[in-house]
């Protein structure tokens, strides 16, 4: 009885891992050099959002998503400074978080990638 508790206990945190995990993915934002605009499905992450303005954007796939409001958004870096992103697209069928970075450049912001 004991030795199936135990089994019972080790379940539960490798559940709790995963979840951790999925938690960290989910507020990763993706660098996209074939992105379009900046998109999230994270309504709640939104400073500000005119969801009267929507759309329909072409995904990399071939599939298309909706887009159900364009706003703004700060993100905190692990520094401590504060990047606020604009006209970001609010697409609830996203998995995922992307910059684009060609919107950045449009938008004379300097960036970096290394390994």
């Not at 939104?46 to 599939?63: A, R, S, V």
């Not at 998995?95 to 450049?105: A, E, P, V, W």
Request: charged share 25%; hydrophobic share 35%; proline share 2%.
């Amino acid at each position: 009885m004991v030795k199936g508790t135990e089994v019972k206990r080790v379940d539960v945190l490798y559940a709790a891992e995963a979840l951790n995990i999925t938690d960290l993915v989910e507020q990763e934002w993706i660098m996209d050099t074939g992105c379009s605009y900046h998109m999230t499905p994270k309504k709640e992450w939104f400073d500000e959002l005119n969801e009267e303005i929507t759309g329909i954007i072409k995904m990399g796939n071939d599939t298309t998503s909706s887009v159900k409001g364009i706003g703004s958004i700060k993100i905190l870096n692990e520094d401590g400074t504060v990047v606020i992103l604009t006209q970001v697209r609010y697409v609830p069928d996203l998995k995922r978080n992307l910059i684009s970075l060609g919107t950045l450049d449009s938008q004379g912001c300097a960036y970096r990638g290394e390994n």
